[in-house]
Nanobody, 123 residues
């Protein structure tokens, strides 16, 4: 089983870009499909993006499609989320998650979670 640690959050102006990283411990990272989720204050955690074990398949929430890109580097045990044209409504705690099968877009389908990293977008 892997453990996940996110980094890269911070404050960015609206229209700007930010790349989040999720580093996984363990030697079996390439066996896991990965997802990014976010949770804004007072709201439920929501799906953002997902990527298959080898990185050939991806999926995105409609709210970020065309602005966000998920990618992974299995040699570095890392999955990334790059957000462009950020909006104030993208402000949230972003968490990465892992599961052994592709494809999943709901919170309950993921087994392993990181602690999250805060992204704030100023208008």
């Amino acid at each position: 089983q892997v453990q996940l640690v996110e980094s890269g959050g911070g404050l960015v102006q609206a229209g700007g870009s930010l790349t989040l990283s999720c580093l996984a411990s363990g030697r079996t990272f390439s066996n896991y499909a990965m997802g990014w989720f976010r949770q804004a204050p007072g709201l439920e955690r929501e799906f953002v993006a997902a990527i298959s074990t080898g990185g050939r398949s991806t999926d995105y929430a409609d709210s970020v499609r065309g602005r966000f890109t998920i990618s992974r580097d299995n040699a570095k045990n890392t999955v990334y989320l790059t957000g462009n044209s950020l909006k104030p409504e993208d402000k949230a705690v972003y968490s990465c998650a892992a599961r052994t099968f592709w494809k999943a877009t709901t919170v309950g389908e993921y087994d392993i979670w990181g602690q999250g990293t805060q992204v704030t977008v100023s208008s």
